[in-house]
Structure formats: structure tokens, C-alpha cells
């Protein structure tokens, strides 16, 4: 299996302009999560859709941030206007739930570091 | 106060070295896994070990859930081992929040 596959991997942009980060989860998975990490505050889950519908977007920084899952195959992460404090890596990890959801692995995919100038 | 505490935080070595990484969690968890986040910033998943002892060729785990620790070992360290650990669980009230260690900052020297 190709693993969770992002792109772009890197993505330079100018404060106010649209990015729209896409992520492809393993195929057979589920549950597809996004997270951002950054130096100050680590990894935090952005929002986790199970079945392709938003279950948690409670991480969600404001309103500049949206994110859809139209099948079960792609996701994306889209933040519009962008501001300089939205850079960060931002990862898409997936995963087969199936029983109990906390017993499942989540698989990361190679992350897209946003730099917004 | 801090869910998922790591130690040490910073670790250098000599190549061939064996080292031992430590989590500690507040409370009951259903889910833990160990992460190497290598310097290209990948996130590759080490082991699924929510209780017991795991091997997996020089990299080996155990977590005693009823003492609320995980030990990762990695033993003959070669430099690609170099790069953040991380530990991250899933507490018995969640079903899929993935809490987060701040890492173990692995540095191997040739």
C-alpha cells in the first residue's frame, strides 16, 4: 500500500491568498483526522471525519479554516484568507476503525509544511 | 496538568549506544502508540502497545498499563535513529483524541 499520500509537500504563499492542502487516505480506511504541529504548541487534531462525515471539528482554529471529504479516498483542508500565523506542518493521518475506534492505528501521511508570508 | 509526559526530553549518544525512552500517562488508556518523527519530519509508527512487550528487530517496547508507563528501547543506535519520539494515547473517555507526549529528542553521533 502507498501509505497516506499529501500533497502539495511544501506550499509558500502570501498572507490573504486561499491554500488548499489534499490528503488520500489508505484505501479500506475509515477514519481520516487532520492535525497541524507546530514548535509552540506540538500536534494538535484539526478535525476527524469517520465514514467521510465530520464527527469532531472542535480543533478547528476559526472560521478561516474548512475541510471536506467528498468520498472516501480524498479529503482537503482548505484555510482562506491565510495569515502568517497559520504556518505550520500539516499532517493527514487515516486509519480502519472497526470495533472499538481507540484500538485502531492512526497512519500519518509525509505532512505539508505551509509557510504563509 | 500534563496527559502524556516524556522523558528525557534531549538524549545524545554514540552510535552503538542503547538508550531507554520513557511515557508516562495520567490515566487509563485503551490506545498507545510510539512515533519516530525523523529530521525530514515524517511521522513513521513504531509500535501499537497499548499494554504488553513488543520487538521489532533493534527497536523493542513494553507498557504496563496498570503502573501508567511506556518504555520504548532501542538498542546498537545507529545515526539514522536520530529524531523525535514521540508518544501519544488514547484515554479510556475517547474514542479516537490521540493525546500527545512533547518528545524525546534523539540525537546519534557517528
Known amino acids: 500500500d502507498a501509505g497516506v499520500i499529501q500533497s502539495p509537500r511544501h506550499e509558500v504563499t502570501e498572507m490573504g491568498q486561499e491554500v488548499t492542502l489534499r490528503c488520500k487516505p489508505i484505501s479500506g480506511h475509515n477514519s481520516l483526522f487532520w492535525y497541524r504541529q507546530t514548535m509552540m504548541r506540538g500536534l494538535e487534531l484539526l478535525i476527524y471525519f469517520n465514514n467521510n462525515v465530520p464527527i469532531d471539528d472542535s480543533g478547528m482554529p476559526e472560521d478561516r479554516f474548512s475541510a471536506k471529504m467528498p468520498n472516501a479516498s480524498f479529503s482537503t483542508l482548505k484555510i482562506q484568507p491565510s495569515e502568517p500565523r497559520d504556518s505550520a506542518v500539516y499532517f493527514c493521518?487515516?486509519?480502519?476503525?472497526?470495533?472499538?475506534?481507540?484500538?485502531?492505528?492512526?497512519?500519518f501521511g509525509a505532512g505539508t509544511r505551509l509557510s504563509v508570508l | 496538568g500534563i496527559q502524556v509526559e516524556q522523558s528525557p526530553p534531549d538524549l545524545i549518544l554514540q552510535e552503538g549506544a542503547n538508550s531507554t525512552l520513557r511515557c508516562n500517562f495520567s490515566?487509563?488508556?485503551?490506545?498507545l502508540q510510539w512515533f519516530h518523527q525523523n529530521p525530514w519530519g515524517q511521522l513513521i509508527n513504531l509500535f501499537y502497545?497499548?499494554?504488553?512487550?513488543k520487538q521489532n528487530g533493534r527497536l523493542s517496547a513494553t507498557t504496563v498499563a496498570t503502573e501508567r508507563y511506556s518504555l520504548l528501547y532501542i538498542s546498537s543506535s545507529q545515526t539514522t535513529d536520530s529524531g523525535v519520539y514521540f508518544c501519544a494515547v488514547i484515554f479510556m473517555d475517547s474514542n479516537y483524541q490521540l493525546i500527545w507526549g512533547a518528545g524525546t529528542k534523539l540525537i546519534i553521533k557517528p
Open positions: 502497545i497499548p499494554s504488553g512487550t
Open positions: 490515566d487509563s488508556v485503551n490506545n
Open positions: 493521518a487515516s486509519s480502519l476503525a472497526s470495533g472499538a475506534l481507540a484500538k485502531n492505528i492512526q497512519y
